[in-house]
């Protein structure tokens, strides 16, 4: 048994026990049946090379760590081949990993016909939604070239996983004003999604959609024509459909917290290890407007200015840094909670799927879709991804059927704001 730190970011996710249920999901779909002893050989690879994935979480009050734990390689892999795919596949999202859990992560293969779902839920202390994607990077690679030319799968990163890793590339004077970033400054905003009160009989509920490409790709197409991002276009819909779901003024200010990867700071980020590095940003627009063409520009106003700052995403990490560094833990967890703010409204874009690098053996994936933690009401996490020219969307909360239709109602407001943007 080892010691591993929890670094600071680990820390936050823990805290962050009380707002949610830390666990980050994620599923790929590929049109052939995965080799279970291949998968499982590299699965090993995995965890003996990530060894916070197999620890259990110490709750010291000085400080917490990780405890590497003995482990089967059938602790983290589940297979099978379930007669009712829909209800195996809820049943494994709607699970919680244990912080005391002997691994942190769960994959499960579930054969259809000749179809393989991989499953996958893990405690989001080990790694963000960019972390996932540099670890399945790494596995497909290791997965081929095992099967294809007997490799032994250990080519996966072991690199540091700490936030000041973020600073490593900079010059000294950039480094220097980055870490002095103290203020986090976040407009307030009372707008929130009208779920039902908090309730003991809450359980959780996750809702997917997708957004097909002849409606994607279009409004993708006609935005970047006017100078838009598709983030800039997921937020733009977001807020239009919540307008329509709340009946909001064209005059209304409203502002969504925006999903930061603080791995644009790095030149390569394939020296670290698989961790988190994510922050959020603000936008904030002071009117609406009447339609979504007028949206769409106060969206892209506000988002020029963060995406010219320098130091985007950077602000307050400092000041986070220096709570947990000059406090026992279970002083400077009551703290950090004072000023830290359970985004209401916010939107987390895990980009576009690299099909040719989450490739098995030349097997590209077909589908796939993300979904972040379960929130405690009001927050409502808007979880994207895009796949072969489609837009997946999802939404986890704790609640119950009501706010399930509220949020599929959501969805198909916002995927009408998408056709709407392909229009403009």
């Known amino acids: 048994m080892s010691r591993l730190p929890c670094e600071m970011y680990d820390k936050v996710n823990y805290m962050c026990r009380k707002y949610m249920d830390r666990m980050a999901r994620f599923e790929l779909v590929y049109d052939f049946r995965i080799d279970e002893k291949a998968f499982k050989a590299t699965a090993d690879g995995f965890l003996k090379k990530a060894p916070v994935f197999r620890s259990v979480v110490v709750k010291n009050p000085i400080t917490p760590y990780w405890k590497t734990a003995d482990y089967r390689v059938e602790d983290m892999v589940s297979v099978s081949e379930p007669e009712d795919i829909e209800a195996a596949r809820k049943e494994f999202f709607m699970q919680e990993i244990p912080t005391n859990n002997n691994v942190q992560i769960k994959i499960a293969l579930f054969y259809s016909g000749n179809k393989t779902y991989v499953s996958f839920i893990w405690n989001h202390m080990g790694m963000d939604g960019g972390g996932f994607k540099q670890f399945w990077l790494d596995f497909c690679r290791n997965y081929t070239a095992y099967v294809n030319e007997g490799k032994a799968p250990t080519d996966f990163a072991d690199g540091p996983r700490g936030y000041k890793e973020i600073y490593a590339d900079m010059d000294k004077e950039k480094c220097r004003k980055a870490k002095s970033q103290f203020a986090n400054v976040s407009?307030?905003?009372?707008?929130?999604?009208?779920?039902?009160?908090?309730?003991?009989?809450?359980?959780?509920?996750?809702?997917?959609?997708?957004?097909?490409?002849?409606?994607?790709?279009?409004?993708?197409?006609?935005?970047?024509?006017?100078?838009?991002?598709?983030?800039?276009?997921?937020?733009?819909?977001?807020?239009?459909?919540?307008?329509?779901?709340?009946?909001?003024?064209?005059?209304?200010?409203?502002?969504?917290?925006?999903?930061?990867?603080?791995?644009?700071?790095?030149?390569?980020?394939?020296?670290?290890?698989?961790?988190?590095?994510?922050?959020?940003?603000?936008?904030?627009?002071?009117?609406?407007?009447?339609?979504?063409?007028?949206?769409?520009?106060?969206?892209?106003?506000?988002?020029?200015?963060?995406?010219?700052?320098?130091?985007?995403?950077?602000?307050?990490?400092?000041?986070?840094?220096?709570?947990?560094?000059?406090?026992?833990?279970?002083?400077?967890?009551?703290?950090?909670?004072?000023?830290?703010?359970?985004?209401?409204?916010?939107?987390?874009?895990?980009?576009?799927?690299?099909?040719?690098?989450?490739?098995?053996?030349?097997?590209?994936?077909?589908?796939?879709?993300?979904?972040?933690?379960?929130?405690?009401?009001?927050?409502?996490?808007?979880?994207?991804?895009?796949?072969?020219?489609?837009?997946?969307?999802?939404?986890?909360?704790?609640?119950?059927?009501?706010?399930?239709?509220?949020i599929k109602r959501f969805f198909d407001e916002f995927e009408k704001a998408i056709v709407e943007l392909a229009l403009l």
């Open 187 to 406: 407009l307030k905003d009372n707008h929130k999604f009208p779920f039902t009160p908090e309730s003991e009989h809450d359980s959780k509920v996750l809702v997917v959609k997708n957004v097909e490409p002849e409606f994607f790709e279009k409004a993708r197409i006609a935005c970047k024509q006017r100078g838009a991002t598709v983030n800039d276009m997921l937020i733009t819909a977001y807020m239009h459909a919540f307008g329509k779901m709340t009946n909001m003024k064209s005059d209304e200010s409203l502002s969504v917290s925006c999903a930061t990867d603080l791995r644009r700071h790095l030149k390569d980020f394939n020296r670290i290890g698989y961790t988190n590095h994510v922050s959020f940003s603000q936008c904030y627009i002071e009117n609406k407007g009447e339609s979504i063409s007028e949206t769409l520009d106060a969206v892209m106003k506000s988002m020029d200015k963060i995406k010219k700052d320098p130091f985007m995403g950077l602000h307050g990490l400092p000041l986070l840094n220096i709570a947990y560094k000059t406090m026992i833990y279970a002083q400077a967890e009551p703290i950090v909670k004072l000023f830290y703010r359970n985004p209401t409204l916010s939107v987390s874009n895990v980009g576009n799927i690299d099909v040719k690098g989450f490739s098995l053996c030349g097997n590209e994936p077909v589908g796939a879709f993300v979904a972040g933690a379960a929130k405690n009401k009001p927050c409502a996490v808007m979880t994207a991804l895009t796949i072969n020219g489609r837009l997946s969307v999802s939404m986890c909360l704790n609640g119950n059927e009501e706010d399930e239709k509220l």
